[in-house]
Nanobody, 124 residues
Framework: QVQLVESGGGVVQAGGSLRLYCAASGRTSSSYVMAWFRQAPGKEREFVAAINWSGSSTYYADSVKGRFTISRDNAKNTVYLQMNSLIPEDTAVYYC?????????????????WGQGTQVTVSS
């Protein structure tokens, strides 16, 4: 079992920045991919970014590439999402997820554990 707790969401003006945090506890001794997804009202949950166990490889959705940065600190069992140049279309609930695999995936169906989500609202 893995428990994930997100934090750092809030309201920000367009062009601003936010940093999201996801703390993992429980079965954290295994290698796993960590990822961020988001879900806007009335839309499907979509992939945002992922990072492998060592942090040496990162993956991004085209919509956030160049603006968002994912990183992790395994000593703290924490993954981060630095979001810059935010636009109103980034407004959503952001979810942290864990996949017990060495390989990344952008499919929400392949992730094993999820956090409860944190709201990000970008005003124009």
């Amino acid at each position: 079992q893995v428990q994930l707790v997100e934090s750092g969401g809030g309201v920000v003006q367009a062009g601003g920045s936010l940093r999201l945090y996801c703390a993992a506890s429980g079965r954290t001794s295994s290698s796993y991919v960590m990822a961020w997804f988001r879900q806007a009202p009335g839309k499907e949950r979509e992939f945002v970014a992922a990072i492998n166990w060592s942090g040496s490889s990162t993956y991004y959705a085209d919509s956030v590439k160049g603006r968002f940065t994912i990183s992790r600190d395994n000593a703290k069992n924490t993954v981060y999402l630095q979001m810059n140049s935010l636009i109103p279309e980034d407004t959503a609930v952001y979810y942290c997820a864990v996949r017990f695999s060495r390989y990344y995936s952008d499919s929400k169906y392949t992730y094993d554990y999820w956090g409860q989500g944190t709201q990000v609202t970008v005003s124009s």
